[in-house]
């Protein structure tokens, strides 16, 4: 049975900036050639849930896990890790305990980035070319547009506790993974740079399960 939901808040600051792509459908001129994910409905870029719960699971299984038959699988004394990603465990129906939700720009950062770079202008766009290493030239230059650094997002991660779970086990998987993530990356391109993240992790008043 549920016994209580813990509320986890994500407050989420760009080092670097973050290209998390979005929908290329269409294109403008003088436009970016890969464009960021945004609210369609505000044009306001934000950190999809599932990007954050894929990347930190990821660095969690790299850490804590072996291959086995070519897939990567925690090591059985953390298979707990599974309870927070996974729906079902071991052929018994179960809940997910970690529940994502999206990561959205602070007011404040709204704010700043308007004023920095115009109404309703959340993003920058940088202008990137592929080196020809035989050459040594500049060749296909591309316009890739990302978040700035600097811009601050606030997320939350909703944990699920059971009877029987170990809330502070799952607990500690979640802010290890956190960690992780901050001397790593997120998005694309990171290893040019981009997505490099620093994440506070504090934990809200608890709300009894229901």
Known sequence: MLKKTHRI??????LSGMHITGG???????????????????GEPY?????????????LEFKYGTFINNELKPVPEHNQLLSLFEPNTNDIPQMTRAIFRDAVLTESSKIELQTYLGEHTYTEIK??????RFKGTADAPRFIER?????????YIDLLEFDNDDYQTLYKYLETG???LNYNYIGGSGSRGYGRIQIEMEELNNNEGI
């Open 147 to 155: 978040v700035p650094a600097g811009s601050k997002f606030i997320g």
């Open 47 to 59: 950190i999809p849930g599932s990007t954050l719960k894929g990347k930190i699971r990821s660095l």
């Open 9 to 14: 808040q994500l407050k989420i600051e760009l």
């Open 127 to 132: 202008a990137e070319n592929k080196i020809n």
């Open 24 to 42: 290329d459908d269409t294109f403008d001129i003088g436009g970016a050639d890969s464009q960021v994910i945004k609210n369609p409905l505000t």
């Open 178 to 180: 956190v960690n992780l």
